[in-house]
């Protein structure tokens, strides 16, 4: 039987997708197994677990599975990169079951400096998808450490993380703005949130956070509303501050790559900033991982053969 | 027998002080017992012990004692506010054991929004230590939600607050950039912070918070030095934020209010801002207790009757 077991195995959860060898992905399993969260056994019983009852197939592996902690390290591959060298850097361990996991190495901004896991084997899937953008493009990827990626001449060229999902969570979870508050959805608030930040200029909108109390505590501000008010303060920030560097590059239109809720709010927060964006990439780990697999040999995407010179990014 | 005793009490510490009739403080007293972690026995069990073998005084609180979820609420006095206001403002409940607690209300700022609980006695104990800052001034209170602060014609006429001492336990405990990490002193370390969020510009730190993930992985920064950064890159971004907002007033070189050691951080961060400092004051809540406490006659501060025209502030 052709095909793959591709795993997106981050900090806290871990993704399985069984792909036919015609590169679909024909079934998608998640645990909350992320490499700071393993089941008893740790990775070999997890891998065991998320795989269980599919054939033995070659598996690849990308993201935090590949870090300093993780069950293998993969050494960043320096931008720029190109798949070339990103898929020399894939690192191969023998599991107990007596068959290799190969692993992505992750991509490190040595000018920033900056780091990313995951995200590298994302923005080659999506250019894959969209293969005019090997040449030129700019990428968002939302998230708990959302990315800013820049692709030229097929390789990324640079990046840049904000900690947005994080701090939302942080504060949302444990600080006087939004501990102990319910939360109600509110499209008004999180664009209110947005413009608070968009307005704050070169102060950021560090400046801005205590006021979601004050709002609050004169009533122009539900308490209900607060959590997406917050959102929208800091994903606004991460606009602001990404704008205020030059990011996207100038004509660049961004696409987005991601969960879709989570896109949708970012496609909201950059229409209050006036940036156009590309459409979303869905899935696009899944085709990431499809596409280094083909290109080191561990499946023969007929489609798309791993010695094609046209080979996207 | 003549004096007062004074409170500060806020959301997670409870400080108390026994003045003499002269204003000097014979004795302080400090419990955990904020307004979110009071003891069995509530407010009234709190004001019993931290009081317990003291003269039955006059007693002024001021801090978050007097918020809508405190004790009782002083609502808060909107800006330009001067000590008149405020005096004019403190309420009054009475206590288990039949007499008097006197609560000094906060500070809002309608046009920011902004408020403040704590800090405005601080504001009027600072003035009233260094009657020459009453025409104009600024002043920097740092702290769990930092204020930034102007008084001109006696007044409180503007303040702005920064997440800055939350934002850092939030990291420090609970993020991917500082949790399970042992703490070592690294001066150095702070100034590098302190010059990143500097060096920053417009984007602000929010953009540089990751890359003490990466400059961690990669040795640039030793593991044990990471708090320090931390510390370093938000009370930067604070000054950063700040400056770019257009505080402190052309020509004033603010005081700094609050403890020594996180006092003298800020006075290396501002260095390196350029930015010169007038002295620190110590102990500026209990200054402001006793002049406040003057001014409504709970007591007769001999050295400087409440009636007289020139008080500060």
Redesign the interface.
């Known amino acids: 039987m052709d095909g793959l077991i591709g795993l997106d195995w981050g900090?806290t959860r871990l993704r399985a997708y069984r792909f036919d060898g015609a590169g679909r992905v024909q079934d998608t399993r998640t645990r909350p197994w992320g490499i700071r969260s393993l089941p008893a056994g740790g990775y070999e019983a997890a891998l065991a677990d998320v795989t269980a009852g599919w054939p033995a197939l070659p598996r690849l592996a990308c993201g935090m599975v590949g870090s300093?902690g993780g069950w293998l390290e993969a050494p960043?591959v320096d931008l720029p990169a190109g798949a070339d060298a990103l898929c020399a850097a894939v690192r191969r361990l023998r599991a107990a079951d007596g068959m290799d996991l190969h692993i992505v190495p992750g991509l490190?901004?040595p000018t920033?400096?900056?780091?990313m896991r995951g995200e590298e084997t994302q923005l080659l899937g999506a250019v894959a998808q969209r293969p005019a953008s090997a040449a030129r493009s700019a990428w968002i990827l939302p998230g708990t450490?959302s990315k800013w990626a820049t692709v030229e001449g097929r390789a990324v060229t640079g990046f840049?993380?904000?900690?947005t999902g994080?701090?939302y969570a942080?504060?949302r979870e444990?600080?006087?703005?939004g501990a102990g508050i319910a939360e109600a959805v509110s499209p008004a608030a999180f664009a209110r949130g947005v413009d608070a930040a968009r307005d704050s200029?070169?102060?950021?909108?560090?400046?801005r956070?205590?006021?979601t109390?004050?709002?609050m505590?004169?009533g122009?501000l539900a308490p209900a509303e607060v959590p997406d008010y917050l959102s929208g303060l800091l994903i606004g920030?991460?606009f602001?501050?990404?704008l205020?560097?030059g990011l996207p590059p100038p004509g660049e239109a961004p696409g987005l790559i991601g969960e879709p809720a989570l896109c949708e709010r970012y496609r909201q927060a950059a229409a209050r900033f006036g940036l156009a964006l590309a459409p979303p990439v869905a899935d696009a780990a899944a085709l990431g991982l499809w596409h280094v697999a083909g290109r080191i040999g561990l499946v023969h995407d007929r489609g798309r053969p791993a010695s094609e010179e046209s080979s996207p990014c």
């Open positions: 900090t300093r960043y490190r901004n920033a400096p900056d780091v450490h840049r993380t904000y900690l994080e701090l942080l504060l444990h600080s006087i703005l200029g070169a102060q950021g909108a560090t400046s956070l205590f006021a109390r004050a709002l505590l004169e122009a920030e991460e602001r501050s990404a205020a560097g």
